[in-house]
């Protein structure tokens, strides 16, 4: 067996376990355990973006703003005004950082973090609100095995039969053939958890929400993909052994969530 796969199921082997627990405990466990993440995955964003010839500690003179999106990521299991202020931050940074002065200081540093609070911070906050509703545990149950599913269906079917170029600017790899196989993974996902953690919705939502994660997680997967390229690295970070690092985890993940906290929210 490869080694890579081997070192690949011996960190879901560990990971998953301890994962489903959290879900299961859900409150503040799982709100400080999303932020943890969430702060590993900024410093991967931030360090990619800004320094990625360079060792990680490389970007710890950004301080406080390393820790900003966590903070958001976690706060809101306490007081959704968290998003709010996380939001207002991310505006001002960005502004800052898209200026032509430089009154502010370095203007990337500002724009990267700017970027950071919104991705992986506020579009990965919404897991938590999802984790806090009246099911939400089994919503989040349908976030983390619906990506696992359009993941894996897109990654077989390119394997197997992809051979027309999806987007090679975003990621030489994606196939057409690939994407269907992972909307097909995230239609097939969603019926059979709706039905198994018996979510309430009708066949219309369940094919609708289907489709909208299908393409969410493989618009996650793409983003992650370009990032990378831009910054020439292979993966985020090697902080899982044979998946890469947090956001190499997390970028599909980030979009199915949002769209499964709106779902369950007004249906």
Known sequence: MPRNLLLRLATAAVGVPLLLLVIWAGGWPFAIVAGLITLGATIEFAHAWLLPSQPYRAVAPLGPLLAAPAIVVAGVHADERFLVAGAVLAALLLGAGYSRTNAFGPRKPLRVMGWALLYPGIIFATIVLARDLDVGRDWVLLIVLTTFTVDTGAYATGSLIGRNKLWPAMSPRKTWE?????????????????????????????????????????????????MKRKADIKDSSGLLPGHGGLLDRLDSIVFVSPVVFLVANFT
């Open 178 to 226: 690939g994407a269907v196989g992972g909307l097909g993974g995230g239609l097939l996902a969603t019926w059979v958890l709706s039905q198994w953690l018996d979510l309430g919705l009708a066949t219309g939502a369940v094919l609708g929400l289907g489709a909208g994660l299908g393409v969410a997680g493989q618009a996650g997967d793409l983003l992650e993909s370009w």
